[in-house]
């Protein structure tokens, strides 16, 4: 009965203020209270948010650029961003993973904590769905969203996200890929309690062409696999 379906927003909204939050809280987290499959999506978590890192400090620091992190859950990725002098927002539909978000940031962005990193910019914490964000950013990273989208809709998503950022657009979506798409739906014929959500997947060229619509251009890639998490990546700048 955990499942949400239909790319309703409302119930993505409900699912990850409640079951959805314990959840992926416990997945994101660090306890030991995870089973097997659970710990799998950590990992491969972790690594998706490391490439992510990796690919928007490869341009250089961080220090000083606005970085807008568009469905933060509890703060993977913003809180280490902020450690690297990036000034971050941080925002999601859910006020409970926001409020998570901002009281890990609390106890981990301590000033002075490590004396070799740049002063942590505190990030702000928003709660608002991806459609009501606005203003402008350097940068504009979505990880592991688009998942909830179904094609249809992610392609409006990917222009509004572009439309909010100057330079570049990072995002990671479960990619359609045959084997996947075939692991997906064995799982839907034998629905398991860690089938939390309806997940929704996405081609590369899908995801590229509403790229190439507003005007932008694929320039990095990347791809994330453990057993049970796959995450392509995609910088994109603007064409
Ligand atoms: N980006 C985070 C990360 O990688 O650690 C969280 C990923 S989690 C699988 C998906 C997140 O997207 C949830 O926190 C959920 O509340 C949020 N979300 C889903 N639909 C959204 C929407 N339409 N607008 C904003 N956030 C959304």
Redesign the pocket.
């Known amino acids: 009965a955990e499942e949400v379906g239909g790319g309703d927003?409302e119930v993505?909204?409900d699912y990850?203020n409640n079951t959805g939050f314990q959840r992926?809280k416990k997945i994101?987290g660090e306890t030991d209270e995870v089973n097997r499959v659970q710990k799998d999506i950590r990992i491969g978590?972790a690594k998706?948010?490391e490439n992510a890192i990796k690919m928007l400090t490869d341009e250089g620091s961080l220090r000083g650029v606005t970085v807008c992190?568009?469905?933060?859950?509890?703060g993977?990725?913003s809180i280490p961003l902020a450690k690297e002098g990036a000034v971050v927002l941080a925002?999601?539909?859910?006020a409970a993973?926001v409020a998570e978000a901002e009281k890990q940031a609390k106890e981990q962005l301590v000033a002075g904590k490590d004396e070799l990193s740049p002063a942590p910019v505190m990030p702000k914490f928003e709660v608002s769905?991806?459609?009501s964000l606005n203003g402008k950013y350097d940068t504009v990273v979505c990880?592991?969203?688009l998942?909830?989208y179904p094609q249809n809709k992610a392609d409006g998503m990917i222009a509004h996200l572009a439309s909010l950022a100057e330079k570049r657009l990072i995002l990671s979506f479960a990619p359609k890929t045959f084997y996947y798409d075939l692991l997906k739906r064995v799982g839907e014929l034998f629905p398991g309690p860690s089938k939390a959500t309806r997940a929704y997947l996405h081609s590369e060229a899908d995801v590229e062409r509403a790229l190439q619509k507003v005007g932008w251009r694929i320039r990095k890639r990347g791809l994330v696999t453990t057993q049970f998490y796959f995450a392509k990546l995609v910088e994109a700048v603007p064409a």
């Open positions: 927003k993505v909204r990850f992926w994101y978590h998706t948010v992190d568009a469905g933060c859950g509890t993977s990725l925002s999601d539909i859910s993973m769905d991806l459609e990880l592991d969203v998942i909830h």
